[in-house]
Nanobody, 124 residues
């Protein structure tokens, strides 16, 4: 069973950068697709970015394309989300989630295991 732990969230100003980390424990996640998701207060959890098993393929929500970069280090069982040019509307709790069912971009409904999230606050 996989346990995911996110870290790196915090309070930043608009325009700043943050790097979130997602560490996996329990087994290797090199055969899993991993995604980053976020949930703002009063809103549904939404897709942010995903990465394939090898890291060769990525995809992003339109709202973060060009500002966020997802990457992974399978040797260290880690997945990252580099966030730049942060905006107040990026504020949310950020979660990583994964599945081993296929190598397609993982959606909210396709996640089999979740982390507990890390909060990001962006002041204007």
């Amino acid at each position: 069973q996989v346990r995911l732990v996110e870290s790196g969230g915090g309070l930043v100003q608009a325009g700043d950068s943050l790097r979130l980390s997602c560490a996996a424990y329990g087994r290797a996640i090199s055969s899993d697709t991993i995604g980053w998701f976020r949930q703002a207060p009063g809103k549904e959890r939404e897709f942010v970015a995903c990465i394939s098993r090898s890291g060769a393929n990525t995809d992003y929500a339109n709202s973060v394309k060009g500002r966020f970069t997802i990457s992974r280090d399978n040797a260290k069982n880690l997945v990252f989300l580099q966030m730049t040019s942060l905006k107040p509307e990026d504020a949310a709790v950020y979660y990583c989630g994964g599945t081993g069912r296929n190598d397609l971009c993982v959606t909210v409904d396709g996640v089999d295991y979740w982390g507990s999230g890390t909060p990001v606050t962006v002041s204007s």
